[in-house]
C-alpha cells in the first residue's frame, strides 16, 4: 500500500445578533498560491495511471506527511498520473455536490472493523501544468481535486496511536482509514490517511479571490475588490463586515470575525455536500490565544504570559448559513493592549511591520491563525 498526502487548506454560520460581517462568499478559486507552494505540490498523489516517464513534482527539506483529514473539512487533493487533460477547470453547479466532475471521483472507505465507504463530494477539478516547454500532455499536469470530506468520519482521541481505547476494533488498534481516486471508473492505488477531529484553516485573501481561466482552487470568493487585502493575508473583519487592514486596525474590546475550514463535526451534525440550513457550531470548545509581537506567526495556545494573551472561547463559532463548510468565529479581543509596534504600510522588505496582533485558534488536533493589524501605543524609546 502506498501512503499519500494532499492538502491545501488551503480551508467558514450563523453570528451574534449584534454582528454581520456584510460578506457573501462566491463560487471560484485561485491556482497561483498552490502552485507557489512547492513544499505542498510535494505531498501529490502519484496515482500511476499510464505515467510511464519520471516526473518532478516538487521540493523541499522535509519526508512528505501522512495525510490528515477532518470532518467536513474542505481540502484539495494534488494528484499526478492522471490521462484526463481538461481544457477549463471543472466546477459543481448543484446541491447537494456530486461524487463526479469531468469524470473523477473520491471515495472514503472506514474499517470500524466492518468496511465501510463513503462517496466524497466533489466542489471543482482543475489542472496546472508544470512543464517547462507548456506541453499540454498528462504527464506535465497536476491536477486538483477540491473535496468536502464526509462529516461522517471517524476520528479517534489519538489517532497516531496503535493502541488507543477509542478506537472500536479488536484489541483497541485503530482501523485503516483511507482515500482511493478514479478517473472514469478505473481506481488508482489506495492511499493511508489519519482522520482527525480538526484540521484548522484561517482563510486568507489567496483562497478566495478570484481569477481568470485555470486559475481555479478553491469554491469561495467573499464579496471584495480585488487589492483589498495583501496578497495571502488573512480575512478578518470588524463586525460591520468591514476588513481589518493597516488602515482600519482593531482596537481594545471589539468584536471581530475570522473564517475557517477544517474546524471538526458539529452539533447538530452538518449534511456532507449540502449547504447549512441552519445554525450549527463544534463539539467542542476551541481556544484563543493573542500574540501581541510584529509579525508573529500562529502558535499552539498554551497560557497567558507576556506577549500573549489567553481565551477560553470565541465569541461564537459556527457554520456559515448557505455555506458549505465554512466557519466564522467571532472572537472578542483584550479590553486592553500591550505597547507594541504600529503596522507600516508604507514599507517593504526585512523591516515591514505587516502584523502586530497574531490571533490563533486552537482545536484538539490543529491551529492555525491570523496576523493583523492593532492599534496600540508605541513602546517605550520605539520611533515610528
Not at 518532478?56 to 498520473?81: E, R
Not at 472507505?109 to 516547454?133: A, E, H, M, W
Amino acid at each position: 500500500m502506498q501512503s499519500c498526502g494532499a492538502a491545501n487548506l488551503s480551508t467558514r454560520s450563523h453570528h451574534d445578533s449584534t454582528l454581520s460581517t456584510g460578506s457573501r462568499l462566491r463560487y471560484s478559486g485561485n491556482m497561483k498560491r498552490i502552485a507557489a507552494s512547492l513544499i505542498l505540490i510535494a505531498l501529490a498523489m502519484s496515482l500511476a495511471l499510464g505515467q510511464n516517464a519520471p516526473m518532478l513534482v516538487g521540493s523541499g527539506y522535509g519526508l512528505p506527511a501522512q495525510l490528515s483529514i477532518a470532518p467536513g473539512q474542505i481540502v484539495t487533493l494534488q494528484v499526478t498520473g492522471l490521462k484526463t487533460v481538461l481544457t477549463s477547470p471543472s466546477k459543481a453547479t448543484q446541491m447537494p455536490l456530486p461524487s463526479t466532475l469531468a469524470g473523477i471521483s473520491v471515495t472514503l472507505t472506514q474499517y470500524l472493523p466492518i468496511k465501510t465507504s463513503l462517496p466524497v463530494p466533489l466542489l471543482g477539478v482543475s489542472q496546472r501544468n508544470f512543464c517547462s516547454d507548456s506541453s499540454s500532455t498528462s504527464d506535465c499536469l497536476i491536477t486538483f481535486v477540491t473535496v468536502q470530506i464526509p462529516f461522517e468520519v471517524v476520528f479517534f482521541e489519538n489517532p497516531f496511536s496503535t493502541a488507543d481505547p477509542q478506537c472500536p476494533a479488536s484489541g483497541g488498534h485503530c482501523p485503516k482509514t483511507e482515500l482511493q481516486v478514479a478517473e472514469n471508473g478505473t481506481a488508482s492505488k489506495i492511499f493511508s490517511v489519519v482522520p482527525v477531529g480538526d484540521s484548522i484553516h484561517i482563510i486568507t485573501d489567496c483562497d478566495v479571490q478570484a481569477f481568470s481561466g485555470t486559475d481555479f482552487a478553491v469554491p469561495f470568493e467573499f464579496g471584495i475588490s480585488s487589492g483589498t487585502y495583501q496578497t495571502c493575508q488573512s480575512i478578518v473583519t470588524h463586525a460591520d463586515g468591514t476588513p481589518v487592514s493597516v488602515n482600519s486596525p482593531v482596537v481594545p474590546s471589539e468584536v471581530v470575525v475570522l473564517y475557517a475550514w477544517g474546524v471538526g463535526p458539529t452539533k447538530p451534525l452538518a449534511k456532507t455536500g449540502e449547504a447549512t440550513s441552519a445554525p450549527a457550531s463544534p463539539t467542542w470548545a476551541n481556544d484563543i490565544q493573542f500574540n501581541f509581537s510584529p509579525n508573529a506567526r500562529p502558535s499552539k495556545p498554551y497560557g497567558g504570559i507576556f506577549p500573549f494573551k489567553f481565551e477560553f472561547h470565541p465569541r461564537y463559532i459556527g457554520l456559515v448559513q448557505d455555506q458549505i463548510g465554512l466557519y466564522s468565529i467571532n472572537v472578542k479581543l483584550p479590553d486592553t493592549f500591550p505597547p507594541v509596534q504600529s503596522c507600516d504600510g508604507t514599507r517593504n522588505g526585512t523591516y515591514a511591520i505587516q502584523s502586530n496582533l497574531t490571533i490563533t485558534v486552537g482545536g484538539i488536533n490543529s491551529f492555525d491563525g491570523a496576523a493583523i493589524c492593532a492599534q496600540t501605543q508605541q513602546p517605550a524609546g520605539v520611533e515610528q
